[in-house]
């Protein structure tokens, strides 16, 4: 496998990979005999590399180690304040740095290698490996508080939220949590506690992915095995959606005194088909339901439409007769109404206009004149 030379140097212990890179640019280092220069060159795992002339051991095998890191000690490889480190603590011959960090004043898991394309996957958000914590908090610790920290606190890195939270005790001032988040951000936990009015007094780490603390007590620590370091590798598995199983609804057309092959099949399987009543407005013949229509000219009656059976003498008298009622009697009319327009105009005169007058009396003799 080729990887870039930095990465070899310091997998070996030679130095850090940022220490390595600037001894490249100098030229101190030769791959086979060839001196390198070029920052991200590429070389097998196993080549032979000299550093100022010296030759570099091959590398030590993979080393994986869970400690369960106590109060007070710098979670590095190396501290510039020349403070204890877990590496100091552990005393390995091989260069094992942490995976992750824990504050100086946490404690808790903590897990060291020397594998770094294993480690570089293990913090990989794609696994997903879930962080829980055991905090002991101080102040008001309200429903309000506890929703708010799984809705999300905005910190400088983004929104920090946790994906569970369950109180363990409760007393006056003082409350013991249970966090569960899916990130390692810098002193994570206390900012989203501050952040909703609780101060953390101690803090825990009692598991990462499928490993927990088990019964290591502060200090002590235990090489991993086959089956934890294959896990720590494998993809997180994702919460299964709770879905409903439900029965298959067959809806077939509903049919007086007749049953489907469907749904007797699913009489005898004990299932159930639902056959929905649907109102339907249905157009139905005029012709079938009052008879033949009848057009009449004259004495002749022709009639119209389809042919259908004769109708009984009730049908035939009309709709009166159905109902059972006679038909509604007409008031007698007047002389003067019976005897029609010419009457009337005879029994009074229209009014005449003034010329016609005029005419009439030029016409009519005058009284007393011969």
Not at 28 to 35: K, S, Y
Not at 183 to 197: E, I
């Amino acid at each position: 496998m080729v990887v870039r030379l930095q990465k070899v140097m310091a997998d070996r212990g030679v130095a850090s990979r940022r220490a390595a890179e600037e001894m490249i640019s100098e030229g101190r280092v030769r791959v086979n005999g060839d001196l390198i220069t070029t920052l991200g060159t590429r070389v097998p795992e196993d080549a032979h590399i000299e550093v100022d002339g010296r030759l570099i051991a091959a590398p030590a095998a993979h080393r994986y180690v869970l400690l369960n890191k106590p109060v007070g000690i710098v979670s590095t490889a190396q501290d510039e304040h020349g403070r204890r480190t877990v590496v100091d603590h552990i005393g390995a011959r091989e260069r094992l740095y942490p995976v992750g960090r824990l504050d100086t004043d946490s404690e808790g898991l903590l897990i060291l290698t020397n594998d770094g394309m294993w480690a570089e996957r293990v913090l990989h958000p794609r696994y997903g490996h879930e962080r829980e914590y055991d905090a002991w908090v101080e102040g008001d610790l309200t429903d309000e508080a506890l929703a708010r920290l799984q809705r999300g606190i905005p910190l400088e890195e983004g929104i920090a939220r946790a994906v569970r939270v369950s109180v363990r005790s409760r007393s006056r001032g003082r409350s013991r949590l249970s966090l569960v988040l899916l990130t390692g951000w810098k002193r994570q936990v206390r900012r989203m506690c501050l952040a909703v009015g609780l101060k953390v007094t101690r803090l825990v780490r009692v598991r990462m992915g499928p490993l927990d603390l088990g019964k290591l007590r502060p200090g002590e620590f235990r090489d991993l095995t086959k089956r934890e370091i294959d896990a720590m590798t494998a993809p997180a598995l994702q919460p299964k959606q709770q879905v409903r199983e439900e029965k298959t609804q067959t809806i077939a057309p509903r049919r007086l005194g007749v049953r489907s092959a469907e749904t007797r099949a699913a009489s005898r399987d004990g299932g159930w088909v639902a056959t929905p009543r649907v109102t339907r407005r249905v157009a139905v013949s005029r012709a079938r339901v009052e008879g033949p229509r009848r057009q009449w000219n004259g004495a002749r009656a022709v009639q119209a439409g389809r042919p259908t059976r004769e109708r009984d003498a009730r049908a035939a008298a009309g709709p009166a007769a159905r109902l059972g009622q006679r038909p509604r009697p007409t008031r007698e009319r007047r002389p003067r109404a019976a005897a029609g327009p010419a009457a009337r105009f005879t029994a009074r005169p229209l009014p005449l206009r003034r010329s016609t007058r005029a005419a009439a009396g030029r016409a009519a003799p005058r009284r007393g004149s011969r």
